[in-house]
């Protein structure tokens, strides 16, 4: 078996250090089960040594001129497009993504978020005025101060990005603790900050998991602000074990997508659906896990849907392809599985996929691409976020109906519409209860805000809306407009 790559160390004060006490914690490959490298579990000694560091470095940053932190973005960028096939391998090994989708999508989603956030910076007004009607009255946009990143396994860099980079150019100094099932890419990413010569203190990174390290962050006295990326549960705890020091939390959660799709929709639509619920081998808080269909076109959809399951290719990350790829780990997997079996034990009818592992797959951890149908909307699988390749088809007759099916859910991140009739999407869209609303396959726009509602949390990451996150805004009187 080959050496584990050893990367125990932490990234504090512009240093690359050792844990105060080891804590080792091996990363698994979940295309193979092995073991790729350790890591270590960080401690309270070196929680504080990252948030002191920060703290330190805070008063000089946070003076310093936009344009400098601009550059240091820029430089960042170029390092990290530079970067891009370690990044794109590191995610591979750590959870799972196949190579071409580790490259083309999940580095990507990295390059995409930094460049959007320059030219959001671009144009900041840090003072603006409030409006002509008080022409002395300003408001202005500042640092919140040392803040904690808690960024989740399933797209490690599209989640750094959207913390990191936002918190640097704010004026903020940051301690990042990545995911401990998917490390690997966020030590590239230290590597790459390091390469662009931050000052010390200004970025820090402490491996650790979420009872360890996340708590510490959470009630440290001298982090501000914390954002979080991850599960409904983790969020929960994270914003009761803020409360005691009344920081800024910002969650972005979980959720349950429905794609509503109407007799009228294009013949594209149901297939459309069913890669996005299965694309990233399901692992998107965004992803359209419920097809909800009119009933004239149900049992079309249904056959459609099935196809395109039996049709993704599932194999190894370690191969440039199409196909989708493990879940992170044996725990998610377990978890997929008893959910499928649940979906089958509450009477769906299942069309495609199922228990158990892919054909001529005999380790890592893969799922069947899995469809049913006939599920109603009480049914577990169509309450629960699964986080794996599995859909959930439900008819529907109305569209009020389908609006009442999308919007009796606790989450509230993505929904999505498919029909020609530009009336009624314009009238869905301001109806269903979600953060974002996709219609008939067209992407949100660079610098759109990413986030939802109810128990998805209520964060918006990116673009300008993605900025103000990471700041407070202050209400000046009296200002002097000559001056």
Known sequence: MAELADKRKFYINGEWVDPARPNDLEVIDPSTEEAVAVISLGDQADTDAAVAAAKAAF????????????AYVEKILEIYNRRAPDMA??????????QDMSLGDQVD?????????????KDFQFVRPLGDHAPTSMVAWEPVGVVGLITPWNWPMNQVTLKVIPALLAGNTCVLKPSEIAPLSSIVWTEIIDEAGLPPGVYNMVNGDGAGVGTQLTVHPDVEMISFTGSTRAGIAI?????????????????????????????????RGARHCFYNSGQSCNAPTRMLVQREVYDKAVETAAKVAEETAVATAHQPGKHIGPVVSKQQWDKIQDLIQQGIDEGARLVAGGTGLPEGVNRGYFVRPTVFADVNNDMTIARQEI?????SIIPFDSEEEAVAI??????GLTNYVQSQDGERRNRLARQLRAGMVEMNGVSRGAGSAFGGVKKSGRAREGGVMGLEEFMDSKAISGWDTDA
């Not at 989603?109 to 910076?121: C, L, Q, R, V």
């Open 89 to 98: 391998a590191a995610i591979s090994a750590e959870m799972g993504a196949p």
């Open 109 to 121: 989603a990295g390059t995409y978020h930094i460049s959007n956030f320059i030219k959001a910076f």
């Open 387 to 391: 986080f794996g390749p599995v859909l």
């Open 406 to 411: 999308a919007n009796d859910t606790p989450y």
């Open 59 to 70: 008063p000089t940053w946070s003076a310093t001129p936009p344009a400098e932190r601009l």
């Open 239 to 271: 914003s009761k074990a803020a409360a005691e020091s009344l920081k800024k939390v910002v969650l972005e959660l979980g959720g349950k997508g429905a794609n509503l799709v109407f007799a009228d929709a294009d013949e594209k639509a149901v297939v």
